[in-house]
């Protein structure tokens, strides 16, 4: 019944000024630092100050958990490895040196080492807090005077700092330094139930912070999109494929792109040259990792538009950047 009176009021709504419809989705994009994505078979040493090896897991953690089209994008060399080069290098300091850590490379087969030191500072506190409390209660229950009191609590703060540097195997030149600080902390008062963390969770806490920024800078990561369809119907005749046309605009309206896009792809045999037909299937062929497809779409349908529009430009640039980024990470790949 919903879709059947959408159906029937898109026309009426088409020519009021009503927002279009969009489509939310999520687009890969490159590294933030394009030289620290390219080593992919990765060796990490354990950061020097990194007491119980937490931050040094979380790294791990990170760089196994990245994948993309469903493949890993980096390859660790296992832990015994690489503490078998370590011993064999005879490497007494920590972190090594730009040279021990490419032959410890080398040594692993790995194309790039990372490095490190972290830092850790932990502080528990016992400050108390104020709280406005009843003082007397009425015979009805209610309360006749109020004031404030102070409680007890325990609070416990950790801050990391953390500064891992990347050495390229091959030429033993770091592609990748930079410094991170995550802080986290906990308060338990004696009047509440609150969950008191401990030094290691805060510390977990803290590095899950770092991580994410450092995941960001060296392998490539998802970003939502939000694409703005193109209602018009310049360019559809009257009949099937107009209302194939309609129906998908209705779809989308639900951000429902699996229903649209293959409305729309019925609807361009009867409409090869719809500006906002061709730019709605764009965004279907961008969605569906078919980039070159896409931005035919959308330069037909700028080629036919009689004014720009910045949703087409838009569209466009973001396509082309991700073609061009999408060819780094392919070169990347081959190294």
Known sequence: MKQTLLLLLIPALLAACVAPPTISTAKIVPARVPDASRPRVLAVIPFDGDKDGV??????????????????YYTLVDRGK??????????????PTDAEAAAIGRA????????????????????????????????????????????????RETVVTVAPRLIVTETGRISYAKGFRGKNSSTSCTDST????????????????IMKELRRDIA?????????????SEGIPSGEGRDLFIKGLVAAEENRPDRACPLWEKAERFAPAAPGL???????????????????????????????????????DRVRKEIAGRSRMSGEGAR
């Open 108 to 155: 692993t087969g790995a194309t790039g080492v990372l490095v490190g030191t972290v830092k850790i500072t932990y502080e528990e506190r016992q400050p108390k807090e104020q709280r406005t409390v009843c003082l007397r209660a009425g015979e009805d229950g209610g309360c006749v005077r109020w004031g404030d009191t102070a409680v007890a609590c325990r609070q």
């Open 278 to 316: 061709l730019f709605d299937l764009g965004i279907c062929r961008e969605m569906a990792g078919e980039l070159e497809q896409a931005l035919a779409s959308y330069q037909k349908a700028e080629a036919l538009l009689r004014n720009p529009d910045e949703n087409v430009t838009g569209a466009l």
């Open 55 to 72: 931050i040094t897991a979380a790294l791990e953690k990170t760089l196994e958990g990245i994948s993309i089209d469903g493949h890993p």
């Open 220 to 232: 490539p990561y998802f970003v939502s999109v939000e694409a703005t369809v193109m209602t018009t």
């Open 194 to 209: 609150t969950p008191f963390a401990g030094r290691e969770e805060l510390i977990t806490r803290a590095g899950e912070q």
């Open 82 to 95: 690489v503490g078998a080069a370590l011993s064999a290098q005879q490497v007494s300091a920590n972190p």
